[in-house]
Every structure is written in structure tokens, then in C-alpha cells.
């Protein structure tokens, strides 16, 4: 038992390794693997045809589509406008600049339900937003424009929060030998500024893809939930399940898994070679 | 290629703080100066407005006989060597040396064959032959210094600016890179300054060296003459090890209570004084005048040196001597001091 | 020799211009991006939030407290107490444990483990609730076996706080394993040289040390399971009374066109949010040092 222990871990004086780990492997197992693999089980349950039938079906396609495409345009959208946020917060000062960095949490702190219900009166067509827009002919909430309202609302804060620290460490020195060695500003900023900040970038922008992918409370309000059009994933969930369809659930369920986490572990690869070449920080 | 740099009372200041306080300076083509001082002197103060980094609030500096402000940063042509190197992480070396002048107009650009003929040759004379496909972070730190020194060099400064080139490096990495620099010096002939608050390092290196104290320049003047003939107490004290001695001049000789300790003194400087004599000009003698007697305390060894500690009646502090080709006295052994060179400061 | 070749142009405006280009853009590229992200932020959060109280307060603040304080909603202002009572604390006990075990020991499997605490992160909250009924609902697997004893896990409380731990189940790890990293394990050793028990160390030295980090965990790990909307949905039921938690409480009354009633319930989470950002914002701001991933979530 001893000698097995230590090819497992490396000897220490600290006590409570045992009792710590069996808690934590017991809570993880329980509360989530034992779950996950019951959902895994539960796909595979329903036989390759079945699975084929789910999988393919234009209701689901569309479905999956619109829940992945939807989530890649909002963390675009969020990586542009959060890389623009996280640099004024970082470099520029003016009243209110301390409000507004804590502000930029307050979708991790609102509840989905309550930001879904908000933004669908706003952006309805009689809201203060949509009542402006609707003149023109644009109508936001009700439409999958809406369903990226949403997804963008919750992926906010995670592209400022990952690219902010990595700015404000930055030293000034390297801009400044940039400027000495003779380039323009728009030169530094994009050969020198911008590319050590593109990992956490990426970062940014995977964390705000994923949690926008899997987002329910906030978009069923706005979206409308037309079937084909405006239904997210989530949804179509919900929605077997409410039919006892509980092995339809289970596929649409891992197929958004199995395509979320493909996702991040190529995302994943791509930063672990940047770091070895650049360096960490 | 080299331009003579005149800085004419520069002040600066941060605040409330006074970081340079009425700085001038000559420095001529091709010269190799160091500014020396200790941190918060405002040397690195000084060298960033040489480069433009800062802005003084009165005072100019003119490169040539061309005021700085005049110029864009490129225009400038400097070449600054950032105390922790500033490489940019995400280009390689070759890149990283290139930089400069890939930077360049359009116009003036060299082509791509010649940009990388100059950043093979650059990296030869820094002695990194074909590390130009490394990153950064896959070099030591004296390589990491040696490709800022090759990217500063890339763009043909006017003037080669360096903040504690050696600061982040270890000794003996240090001592290796001094030498070298001193030979690159020579070879390619910039103007240049550079930072340092190891006096060793400035003596060694600069034809002159430039003093700062608390936004000032004390002294400006060859290793020699800033060595041994200190302008002020400051750059006595700072420069190396010393002894002081309250004194009162009389004539042409300075007493140590009523007992002369130094004589042949040409300027008529009479009253209270505070004489600064360094270890190795304390000699041990036999005869009588002009010589302090004392008791050995301590014997000690730093490095290739051994020192005697003297206590000498009516001074609180025992008197440090070097023993380099002396003979070694014993401890308790009485004894008797020359003074054989030692600078003399009115007392203030 | 070389001044000839400067260059020679003397203007005022060259020289201000000059210094700002070393480091920083013009006043007028300043403005411009300042004013697109304060546009952006009013767009996306700060209207929504206003909305929620303006909308809360349409009908007067009689219909508000009738809102607030009807049976149905006072049962789910409870129950969402009572599902977070019992959800942070679980996670508070296993991030503490987790932490410990990862930040003091080294063995292998540890970035496995790492990993693995983080995944319901990347689960959709749906998929978070999902799973419990696959595994407790009235066709799980277990489902047979718990209405022949007369368990009831699904539509019942079980179920609700079942799906909220895992959701927040990352929450208190994540703060404390980098702080408790980045501390190393010396004040420990120290403190077991000294003769301090096992047990009095991690009172005395390790608790104290990561208590900001702790709380931070806390109070996010607590604003998320109060406000968890989508896997709750799943495993509740709905159940008036019962089975709603506030957020619940919410889309029902929205459902059935009570806005008004909607956006009071909704203004107390909303008010809890704020809450939360305060109490976060003001640790970031005291405690930096001591909240180790205080900038990433």
C-alpha cells in the first residue's frame, strides 16, 4: 500500500491528504461524473438508427446551428468590443472608469431569467431599444438577432476579465523600444502590442463561445422560440424531455458536448504551442 | 555616424518631486559615458529624456546642433537598450533585430535579402551566429541582452543609450559582457550612454564618467580624475571605501588635533576641514612625522585584500588600511600612519 | 559631420506631438473609444438593468409589495434560501477539500482533476439538469427503485439542489486552488515543526490565510445558485408553491403576462446582484493581493 502510494504522489509532511481527496473524488463522482456518464449511457441507449434519426433531423440541425453559430458571432462581437473595453479601462482615464470596470461583472451576477426578461423589454418592438429600431424595419427581440442580444449580454465580461490583467502587466518598455526603433503607433499596436495578448484573447473568447452555447435562461424570453428559426439547442432539450423523450434529450445533449469540447481542446492546443514558444505570463 | 549630445540644464520633475534639477552635459562623438549614481539620483531620468521618452520641463538637448524635439522618435535614431531588454516575445530574434528596420518608410526600407543579410551580421557581432529562428523566451539572460544590443544596433543609431546593461545579469556573466562591450565600443564607435549604479562597472568601462546625486550632476571626469580627485564628499564617499578624519588647516598642512597628518597643501583653504584618505593610501611607516599612531584592533581579508582596523585615539570610528604590499602588522601591534594621498573637504 | 543629415524643421506642434506618440493615442482616439464602450455597456447593461426596476415599478409600489409578498412568491423567496443553504455550504466543504488535496500534495492526475472540477463550467445549465433526470427521473435509471421506496428526488427538493451544486460546483475550488498554490505550503511546515496538529494548522494558518479568496468563492458560488435558472428549470416541476425557486417564480409570471409582478420578483435578484458586484468589487479593491484569480471567471 505504501509503495503504491508513492508511485501516486510524492511524499509530504502535510496530513489530510486522504481525507481531502477522498471528498473531493467522492463530491465529483457523484454530483458530476456518475451524471455525465448516465447521460453518455443514456445516448448510446437509444441505438445508432435512433441516434442517426435525432442527430440529422432538421429540427435538431437547425437547432445546433443556430445555438453554435449564434455563439460564435457574440463572442466575435464580444472579443472586438471587450478588447476595445479592456484597453480603456487599462489605459485611458475618466470619470467613472472604476464604476464601470465593476459594472462589467454584472452578468455573472444577474440572473439569466432576469436579464432575459429585461432584455426582451427593451428590445421588444414597444421598448426603449426596439421602438427606435423598428421604424427601419429591424425587429431584434422574437428573431434570432434577438437570440444574439442575449448570448452577447452573458458573454460580456469574459474576454475584459482575460485580457485586461495581461494588459495592465505589460511594461511600457517594450512599446517604448518599438517607437525608438522607429514605427508608427498603429505599427506598434499591432506588431507589438496586440500579438502577447491574443492568448488570453482566445481565451476570452472560447470561455465567452462556451457559456454562450449552453446559455438557456436569458435567451428563451427574446427569442421567440419558433421551431427552425429562433429555437436554441438548450431548448430542444427541454422541450423532448418534456415529452418523456428522455433518449432524444440525451443526443441533442451530447452532440452539443461532444462539438463544445472539440471546440476547446483544439482551442486548448492551439494556446499550449503558442505558450512554448513565446514564454509564459 | 556618430553625433555629439549637449544637455543644457535640463530639469525635470514627477510631481512634487524634483527628479532632475539644472543637468548639463557634453558628451562628444564617439565618447563612451556612464552615469553613475545611486537609485533615485535621476540617471535613468536623464538617459530617457536623452531618448525622448520623457519630456524635460526646461532645458534641451541637442543632437549635434539639432534640438531633439525636432525630431520624430524615428528620426531620432536611437538606440536604447531597456534595463530588462524589452524583446517582443512573439517575434523571434531575427525578428526581433529586424524590427527596426522593417519600421523604416517604404522608400528607405532595405529589401528583405538585404534586412537579412544586416540581422546575420548584426547577430555575429553580438556573437549569436544562427539563433535568429529562437524566441526570446529560449534564450539565457546574457543573450537576451546581447539581442537588444543587436536590435538597438540594427537601425544605425546616432547614439547608443543603455540603462544598467548589466543589471539583471550575474557576476560573472557581467564581468564577460563588460570587456566585450568595451571592445564592441571600439569597434563600431556610438556615441553612448549608459546607466549604471555600480561604480566598478562605470570606472572600468567609461572614458568619463558622470556623477549624479539627488537630481544633480556632482562630478564629471575621466575614472582617474573622478577617482582620485573627488569634487565633493559625495562622490568621495561613493566611488569607493574611505576614511574621514576631522582636520583643521593651517597653512600649508592639516592637523589632526594638534599632530600634522598631511602636508604639502597648495591651496590656502585654513579652518575646520573633513580630510577623506581611501584604505590603500594609508601606509604603515616608522619614522615620526606627518604620521598618526594607532593600535591594530582587526585584521580581515576581503577578496585578494587584506585590511587592518586601526583605532586611533580621538577618532570614534577605527580607521580602515589596506596591507596590499605591507607588511602585516599583529593584533595589538602599535603603529604608525602615513597618509599618503587624501582629499580635503571644508567642513560644511 | 552627420547633422547635416537631420532633418531640420522647427514647430510647436511637432513637439507635442511627438512626446504622446511614444506611449498612447491622440485625445481624439481616446474619446472615440471611450465613448464606443460606454455606448456598448448602456446598450447591453446598463438598460437592462434600469429597465428591470422601472418595470418592476410600473404599477406603483402597492402592486409591487402585493407582488413581493404573495404566497407563491414568499414560498419561493424561501425556497431559494433554503436550496442555497444547503448547496454553498456543500461546496464550500468539497472546494476546501479540493484545494487542500491539489495545492498542498503533488501526485499524478492532478491537471486530470483540475480539469474535471471546472467541467460543469462548460456544460449547458440544461444539460446540468438533464442529467438528474435521466438518472432520478420517473424513467431513469433509478427511477423504479425510488417510487418503490417512495423517494422522490426529481420535482422535489432533492432534484433542486442536486442540479445547483452541480452547477456552482467549480465556484469555491477555482478561487482557492491558485491562491492556495501561489502561497506554497512553508507557514504549514512551519507550523507543524512548531508541534501544531494537522487539524489546528489548517484553522490557524491555512484558513486565515485564503479567507478573502474563500469569501470571494462564496459569494460568487452563492450569487449562481440564487439566481440558476436552467437546470433548476429542468429538475423542478414548477410546482407553485413548491417547487419554485424565485428565478422560476419569475418566467411564471412573465408567462402569464404579469409583467409588473415579473419584474418585482425580478428586482430582489437583480438588487441580490447588485449586492454581490459591490461586496466583489470592494474585495478586489482591498484584498487584490490576497484574491489570487480575483480578474478571471
Redesign the interface.
Known amino acids: 500500500m505504501a509503495a503504491a502510494t508513492s508511485v501516486w504522489r510524492q511524499p509530504s509532511i502535510l496530513p489530510g491528504f486522504g481525507i481531502a481527496l477522498g471528498i473531493t473524488l467522492s463530491a465529483l463522482s457523484l454530483i458530476v461524473l456518475v451524471p455525465l456518464a448516465a447521460l453518455a449511457l443514456k445516448a448510446a441507449s437509444a441505438g445508432p438508427a435512433d441516434i442517426l434519426a435525432v442527430a440529422t433531423s432538421p429540427r435538431t440541425v437547425a437547432a445546433l446551428r443556430l445555438s453554435f453559430l449564434g455563439a460564435l458571432f457574440a463572442a466575435c462581437v464580444n472579443a472586438v468590443f471587450g478588447m476595445i473595453l479592456a484597453w480603456v479601462l487599462v489605459r485611458y482615464e475618466f470619470p467613472g472608469r472604476r464604476f464601470i470596470d465593476a459594472a462589467v461583472d454584472l452578468p455573472f451576477a444577474l440572473p439569466t431569467a432576469v436579464a432575459g426578461i429585461a432584455l426582451t423589454a427593451i428590445y421588444a418592438p414597444n421598448g426603449w431599444v426596439g421602438s427606435l429600431l423598428a421604424p427601419y424595419g429591424i425587429k431584434v427581440a422574437y428573431t434570432p438577432l434577438g437570440v444574439m442580444v442575449a448570448l452577447i449580454f452573458v458573454g460580456l465580461p469574459f474576454v475584459v476579465r482575460t485580457v485586461q490583467p495581461v494588459l495592465q502587466e505589460m511594461q511600457a518598455d517594450v512599446e517604448e523600444a518599438a517607437a525608438l526603433l522607429g514605427a508608427g503607433r498603429w505599427r506598434t499596436i499591432f506588431t507589438v502590442i496586440l500579438p502577447p495578448i491574443y492568448p488570453a484573447l482566445l481565451t476570452g473568447f472560447v470561455l465567452a463561445f462556451a457559456r454562450a452555447v449552453g446559455e438557456y435562461g436569458s435567451v428563451i424570453f427574446i427569442a421567440g422560440n419558433v421551431p427552425m428559426v429562433s429555437e436554441i439547442a438548450p431548448l430542444l432539450i427541454v422541450i423532448r424531455l418534456e415529452q418523456f423523450d428522455y433518449a432524444g434529450a440525451a443526443v441533442v445533449a451530447m452532440l452539443m458536448l461532444l462539438i463544445s469540447f472539440a471546440l476547446i481542446l483544439f482551442v486548448n492546443l492551439i494556446q499550449a504551442r503558442a505558450r512554448r514558444r513565446f514564454g509564459d505570463v | 555616424?556618430?553625433?555629439s549630445v549637449t544637455i543644457e540644464s535640463i530639469e525635470k520633475r514627477f510631481d512634487a518631486f524634483a527628479a532632475l534639477r539644472g543637468v548639463s552635459l557634453d558628451i562628444q562623438?564617439a565618447e563612451l559615458v556612464a552615469l553613475l549614481g545611486p537609485s533615485g539620483s535621476g540617471k535613468t531620468t536623464l538617459l530617457r529624456l536623452i531618448?525622448?521618452?520623457e519630456?524635460a520641463d526646461q532645458g534641451r538637448v541637442l543632437?549635434?546642433?539639432?534640438?531633439m524635439?525636432?525630431?520624430?522618435?524615428?528620426?531620432?535614431?536611437?538606440?536604447?537598450v531597456?534595463?530588462?531588454y524589452?524583446?517582443?516575445?512573439?517575434?523571434t530574434v531575427g525578428e526581433n533585430v529586424a524590427?527596426?528596420l522593417k519600421?523604416?518608410p517604404r522608400g528607405q526600407r532595405p529589401d528583405d535579402a538585404e534586412i537579412r543579410k544586416r540581422v546575420g551580421d548584426l547577430l555575429e557581432l553580438v556573437q549569436l551566429p544562427g539563433l535568429d529562428k529562437r524566441?526570446?523566451?529560449q534564450l539565457s539572460g546574457g543573450q537576451r541582452q546581447r539581442v537588444a544590443l543587436a536590435?538597438?544596433l540594427?537601425?544605425e543609431p546616432?547614439v547608443l543609450l543603455l540603462d544598467e546593461p548589466f543589471g539583471a545579469l550575474d557576476a560573472r556573466v557581467r564581468k564577460d559582457l563588460r570587456a566585450w562591450l568595451r571592445d564592441l565600443h571600439r569597434r563600431t564607435g556610438h556615441t553612448t550612454v549608459f546607466v549604471t549604479h555600480d561604480q566598478e562597472e562605470a570606472l572600468e568601462l567609461a572614458d568619463r564618467v558622470a556623477i549624479l546625486n539627488d537630481g544633480r550632476i556632482e562630478q564629471v571626469g575621466s575614472a582617474d580624475d573622478v577617482y582620485d580627485h573627488p569634487a565633493t564628499p559625495f562622490v568621495c564617499e561613493f566611488l569607493g571605501e574611505v576614511n574621514k578624519l576631522p582636520v583643521k588647516v593651517v597653512g600649508s598642512q592639516a592637523f589632526f588635533g594638534d599632530r600634522p597628518v598631511l602636508g604639502g597643501l597648495s591651496q590656502n583653504q585654513g579652518g575646520q576641514a573633513a580630510l577623506y584618505v581611501r584604505p590603500q593610501h594609508l601606509r604603515i611607516v616608522d619614522d615620526l612625522p606627518l604620521a598618526l599612531p594607532g593600535v591594530v584592533e582587526h585584521l580581515r581579508r576581503n577578496g585578494p585584500l587584506r585590511r587592518a582596523e586601526v583605532a586611533v585615539q580621538g577618532l570614534a570610528k577605527r580607521l580602515d588600511v589596506d596591507l596590499a604590499s605591507q607588511v602585516a602588522p599583529a593584533i595589538g601591534e602599535h603603529i604608525r600612519l602615513r597618509i599618503t594621498h587624501g582629499s580635503l573637504f571644508a567642513a560644511a | 559631420m552627420s547633422d547635416a543629415a537631420l532633418p531640420q524643421f522647427r514647430t510647436d506642434t511637432a513637439q507635442k506631438r511627438d512626446t504622446r506618440r511614444v506611449r498612447g493615442e491622440g485625445v481624439v482616439v481616446q474619446a472615440v473609444l471611450i465613448t464606443i464602450s460606454l455606448a456598448f455597456l448602456a446598450l447591453f447593461l446598463l438598460l437592462p438593468l434600469v429597465s428591470v426596476f422601472v418595470e418592476a415599478g410600473a404599477r406603483g409600489w402597492t402592486a409591487y409589495m402585493a407582488a413581493v409578498t404573495e404566497p407563491d412568491a414568499v414560498a419561493a423567496i424561501h425556497l431559494t434560501l433554503l436550496v442555497a443553504g444547503i448547496a454553498v455550504p456543500f461546496n464550500v466543504v468539497v472546494g476546501i477539500a479540493a484545494a487542500w488535496a491539489i495545492a498542498k500534495f503533488a501526485f499524478r492526475g492532478k491537471n486530470l482533476l483540475i480539469s474535471l472540477i471546472d467541467l460543469p463550467f462548460s456544460v449547458s445549465p440544461v444539460i446540468s439538469g438533464l442529467v438528474f433526470v435521466l438518472l432520478f427521473g420517473a424513467q431513469g435509471y433509478f427511477g423504479a427503485w425510488l417510487k418503490a421506496h417512495d423517494v422522490q428526488i426529481i420535482f422535489a427538493l432533492p432534484g433542486l439542489v442536486l442540479a445547483t451544486v452541480f452547477v456552482t460546483f467549480p465556484f469555491v475550488a477555482r478561487e482557492l486552488i491558485p491562491h492556495m498554490q501561489s502561497l506554497g505550503s512553508a507557514d504549514e511546515e512551519a507550523a507543524l515543526t512548531l508541534g501544531a496538529s494537522g487539524w489546528r494548522t489548517f484553522l490557524t494558518i491555512t484558513l486565515p490565510n485564503v479567507k478573502w479568496s474563500l469569501f470571494y468563492g462564496v459569494l460568487l458560488c452563492n450569487a449562481r445558485a440564487m439566481g440558476e435558472f436552467g437546470a433548476v428549470a429542468v429538475v423542478s416541476g414548477k410546482i407553485r408553491g413548491l417547487t419554485n425557486t424565485m428565478p422560476l417564480h419569475v418566467e411564471i409570471l412573465y408567462n402569464e403576462y404579469m409583467s409588473a409582478a415579473a419584474f418585482a420578483v425580478a428586482s430582489l435578484l437583480a438588487g441580490l446582484a447588485l449586492v454581490t458586484l459591490a461586496l466583489k468589487t470592494l474585495l478586489e479593491w482591498h484584498y487584490s493581493d490576497s484574491i489570487a484569480a480575483s480578474r478571471r471567471h
Not at chain 2, 543632437?63 to 534640438?67: S, Y
Not at chain 2, 524635439?69 to 536604447?80: A, P, V
Open positions: 555616424m556618430s553625433v562623438p531618448a525622448g521618452l519630456q543632437f549635434g546642433e539639432t534640438d524635439r525636432d525630431l520624430s522618435l524615428r528620426d531620432r535614431r536611437i538606440g536604447f531597456f534595463q530588462h524589452a524583446l517582443f516575445r512573439t517575434m524590427f527596426g519600421s523604416r524566441y526570446p523566451s536590435r538597438a540594427a537601425i546616432r
